[in-house]
């Protein structure tokens, strides 16, 4: 079971690097440096590709997917989240535990500039509960993250039977 495709990724070793790359990568760093000090950086999260399973009826609780990304020059960190729509709403993690999947909750979810983190099937999600109308494939929910900083982003999650195919590119 996948839980994090970032991990999985080879890293890139600093010996594969020239001495003139690396003496401009160190300008380069340094000039943003200079630059960053000027302006104050910040975190600035996009939620992306953002969908809700569908589930039966009588289901107590459904999960909300995205994928989350900062796409600002310092880390984010969302505290919880919530929605009009949904009594409860929580950040989880599915972990197997000896071949068990269990979920746990999540206080506070960083992500570094640059960076993305999946919320899929199998690992983290929203995890939402007491829901306030039908959830049916096609019905389109606000759910909103609030980040430990207070800065709050919402975003229109699909509620679809399975993970949507993605837009063209
Ligand atoms: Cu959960």
């Not at 919530?82 to 909750?105: A, P, Y």
């Not at 983290?124 to 109308?133: S, Y």
Request: charged share 15%.
């Amino acid at each position: 079971m996948r839980f994090d495709m970032r991990s999985n990724l080879p890293r890139v070793s600093g010996r594969s690097e020239n001495n003139q790359g690396n003496r401009c990568a160190w300008v380069f760093a340094s000039l943003l440096a200079a630059m960053t000090m000027q302006a104050s950086a910040a975190g600035h999260l996009l939620i992306e590709h953002a969908w809700i399973r569908e589930a039966p009826p009588s289901a107590m609780m459904l999960a909300g997917y995205a994928v989350l990304r900062n796409d600002g020059d310092a880390a984010v960190e969302i505290s919880t989240a919530q929605s009009k729509v949904f009594g409860d709403v929580s950040i989880h993690e599915t972990v197997l535990e000896n071949g068990v999947s269990r979920m746990h909750e999540l206080h506070g979810l960083q992500i570094a500039p640059g960076a993305e983190v999946a919320l899929a099937p199998g690992g983290k999600h929203l995890m939402l509960m007491d829901a306030k109308i039908p959830v049916v494939a096609g019905t389109v929910i606000e759910l909103t993250l609030i980040l430990t900083d207070g800065r709050k982003v919402s975003a229109a999650f699909i509620v679809s039977a399975d993970t949507p195919s993605p837009a063209a590119h």
